[in-house]
């Protein structure tokens, strides 16, 4: 009995067990060192001048809406097809959403689209919340060029590619054109530290604004009341902080920056074999066209975390759900990224019914096939001889 192949897990080997016993033996559990070592890691690998390590993904999107100064007049151009977080980060600030319609062969958002939910914003747009989906990059050239026209500053969500690179072979989080990258640190991304994120900017402000709103917004110098600030001698009272804006306790802790870090220094080795795995998808499910095609592919180096078949159910006399459960049946597991967001309950009751038929399109086809470093290449020959039987009725 081979084992269940999910669609996608984390790879943790003994080095990354050892760095977390480390950090576990020594005096520091959280806000310790493993944080600066892990951030001045992640900074390097995506070529950035800083990267903020805080607790999730989610938090990183969050401190982002937060950094941009993000507020209830202002609005967001988000894909309709990503993960739920993207959105929420500006809800979270009060700022409205604005759903970007996307490419049904790549889920991207592209130039054309981003110009539709422009015109849809009536002027009040701060921010452009580009998704590198499955781990391919948007065209944020021309999308950064198209958001600072429009006043507008650009955050990637950069969770899904980690360690790939743009269509002008930039670092993807280098942000040579957005004001920040935001990266996630979950098991099922290509990196994990359990649970965890990062923020990378060029900006020294903004990381500094960061830095300020995951630990509470506590100020340990420039005080505003020097009166209670500093002893008569005039140094600072040992047990002094101010807090002149309200945080968030959004703190990484060290053992989930030494598991991050241990795990970052495999980011080559992780992307190699993903591109290796979706490669030889890529050649096998060319016999079975034209029912199973790989998602369209952009220029650049993707970082790839998803593998993202489209299928034309309707050819094939089946549904998702019996063909999620085919796979199931022989082992496999599979997943769909993304039930697009503008058809969420919450987004339909505060912004009506959209009509956003790439988004829709690219709903209707979209199957995530199992996808991680630890997978053999028979692994991939197996889900491919799963979807044939499945495709030919067997
Ligand atoms: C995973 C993910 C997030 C959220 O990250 P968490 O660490 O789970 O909070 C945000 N955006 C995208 C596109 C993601 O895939």
Known sequence: MTAFLPYGRQTIDEADIAAVVDVLRGDWLTTGPAIEEFEADFAAATDAAHAVACANGTAALHLAALALGLGPDDSVVVPAVTFLATANAPRYVGAEVVFADVDPKTGLMTPDTLAAALERTNGTVRAVFPVHLAGQCADIDALGEMAAAAGALMVEDACHAIGGQDQAGRRVGSCKIGAMATFSLHPVKTITAGEGGVVT??????????????????????????????????????????????????????????????????????????????????????????????????????????????????????????????????????????????????????????????????????????????????????????????????
Not at 292 to 319: C, E, K, Q, T
């Open 201 to 394: 900017t060029n900006d020294d402000g903004i990381a500094t604004k960061l830095r300020l709103l995951r630990n509470h917004g506590i100020v340990r110098s420039d005080f505003r009341v020097p009166v209670e600030a500093l002893d008569s001698a005039g140094h600072p009272n040992s047990w002094y902080y101010e807090m002149s804006e309200p945080g968030f306790n959004y703190r990484l802790s060290d053992i989930h920056a030494a598991l991050g870090r241990s795990q970052l220094s495999k980011l080559g080795e992780f992307v190699a074999r993903r591109t290796a795995l979706v490669e030889r998808y890529d050649r096998l499910l060319e016999s079975l066209a034209p029912a199973i095609r790989p998602s369209s592919r952009v220029p650049g180096r993707p970082g790839w975390h998803l593998y993202v078949a489209l299928v034309d159910f309707p050819m094939l006399g089946l549904d998702r759900a019996a063909v999620m459960a085919a796979l199931r049946a022989r082992g496999i597991g599979s997943q769909v990224h993304y039930l697009p967001l503008h058809r969420q309950p919450y987004y339909r009751k505060r912004y009506g019914a959209l009509d956003l038929p790439g988004a829709d399109a690219w709903y209707d086809r979209a199957l995530s096939l199992p996808l991680f470093p630890a997978m053999a290449d028979e692994d991939v020959d197996r889900v491919v001889a799963a979807l044939e039987t499945v495709v030919s009725g067997r």
